[in-house]
């Protein structure tokens, strides 16, 4: 587990916009970068995967290398 620094987010998951009739305003909500949401889903599974002798801190550094992984492909 090397640990690559991404510095791809692969912008926002999620992003919302709420409108606010009284101001006429707009304002936005950029939610989490699609990074941290395919991190987030692939340390799900490698919690669920209880064979293995890992730290939390290495499931941490797998999960984002994993989503840097799917970010190279998905480009």
Not at 3 to 24: L, V
């Given at each position: 587990?090397?640990?690559?620094?991404?510095?791809?987010?692969g912008?926002p998951?999620?992003p919302?916009?709420?409108?606010?009739?009284?101001?006429?305003i707009?304002?936005?909500?950029?939610g989490m970068?699609l990074?941290?949401?395919f991190?987030?889903?692939?340390?799900?599974?490698?919690c669920f995967?209880?064979?293995?002798?890992r730290?939390t801190?290495?499931?941490?550094i797998l999960?984002?290398e994993?989503a840097?992984?799917?970010?190279?492909?998905?480009?």
């Amino acid at each position: 587990m090397g640990g690559m620094k991404n510095t791809n987010s692969g912008g926002p998951a999620f992003p919302m916009g709420e409108h606010h009739e009284a101001e006429g305003i707009m304002m936005a909500h950029p939610g989490m970068t699609l990074r941290d949401w395919f991190a987030g889903q692939a340390l799900a599974g490698l919690c669920f995967d209880s064979d293995t002798a890992r730290t939390t801190t290495e499931d941490a550094i797998l999960a984002y290398e994993l989503a840097d992984a799917m970010l190279k492909e998905r480009s």
